[in-house]
């Protein structure tokens, strides 16, 4: 006899959305390992539903648009939103994303051409927009999370929609067209904008790294190494900038001071944004909101 669901249990729903572009026999192969782990899982007090959807030959945003769309009309309490080009992933990598319990929360990859990317990424100026930062002129628009930060949980400003977890009820808030594409910038850096403007969560996860095509956190820089030998191999170093290594020097201490500051101002930005509240018993009320976040009054 099948057991009863406890009064009250909200049992998590999950809809695995795949805007596919061209099929592959390795994404294939990959996704159906990763089904049969989701269907035959099984570990006491972790209960869920699942299923899956591709839009084949779909412009991407609109594929998108239809999978978000679909995950509401089915009742579905989140979209995991997954690139065609992924591969390995394991059930545990969306039970993670899912136990994490945030808004939007992803999984880390890095980009499958040169200079292979890790992209987990925030602004160094958050008084831009996300999806300007492909128009802005200079080299401090974007940077990878700092490698001492690189475990657990971590804020970002941007993550694209590689092995990407969404709450249903995020969509629910934001005005439609959801996703939207242009040639300034592509639909997660204009998702990031809607996402942050409204104040929800939007997280990197370090537990769960995954195989972009074939690149990896163990390889990635091997192949940009690989990479700059068989430019040079052929001759082809136009596009190689020779710096000195005094000039290197100078580069170094400019971007890192950019960068702790930018790290500074992000901090500020969690930090008034906590809400505390005070007990005081004014009115009968159990405790009320601080005016001002994140500062103790007496």
């Known amino acids: 006899m099948a057991k009863k669901q406890k009064k009250n249990e909200v049992i998590p729903k999950i809809l695995i959305g795949v805007p596919i572009l061209s099929w592959t026999h390795e994404f294939a192969l990959s996704f159906l390992k990763f089904w049969t782990e989701l269907m035959t899982f099984k570990q006491k007090g972790i209960k869920f539903h699942v299923g899956y959807e591709f839009k084949y030959r779909r412009p991407v945003h609109m594929a998108e648009e239809e999978l978000a769309q679909l995950a509401i009309d089915s009742g579905c309490t989140h979209l995991l939103l997954m690139d065609d080009d992924i591969y390995d992933v394991k059930a545990q990598d969306l039970l993670t994303l899912l136990n994490a319990d945030k808004d939007v929360i992803a999984g880390i990859m890095h980009t499958s051409g040169f200079p292979h990317s890790m992209c987990a990424f925030r602004r160094y100026d958050r008084n831009t927009k ?169």
């Not at 628009?141 to 475990?151: A, F, K, S, T």
């Not at 969560?201 to 690149?215: D, E, K, S, T």
């Not at 990479?227 to 290197?248: A, F, R, S």
């Open 130 to 298: 996300v999806a300007d930062q492909p128009i802005l002129k200079g080299p401090a628009r974007l940077y990878e999370i700092p490698p001492e930060q690189r475990h657990g949980i971590q804020p970002v400003d941007l993550v694209p929609f590689c092995f990407t977890l969404i709450k249903t009820k995020v969509f629910k808030k934001l005005k439609k067209p959801w996703f939207t594409c242009n040639t300034q910038a592509p639909t997660d850096s204009w998702f990031a904008d809607s996402i942050l403007d409204k104040g929800f969560g939007y997280f990197a996860h370090f537990g769960v790294w995954l195989n972009h095509r074939g690149i990896t956190q163990y390889n990635a820089q091997y192949h940009a190494q690989i990479h700059m030998i068989n430019q040079q191999q052929k001759g082809k170093t136009d596009h190689i900038v020779q710096i000195t290594p005094e000039e290197m020097r100078k580069h170094n201490a400019i971007m890192t001071e950019r960068l702790k500051e930018a790290e500074k101002r992000a901090k500020e930005a969690t930090l008034k944004s906590q809400q505390f509240y005070v007990k005081d018993g004014n009115k009968g009320k159990i405790a009320r909101p601080l005016k001002e976040n994140g500062n103790s009054r007496h």
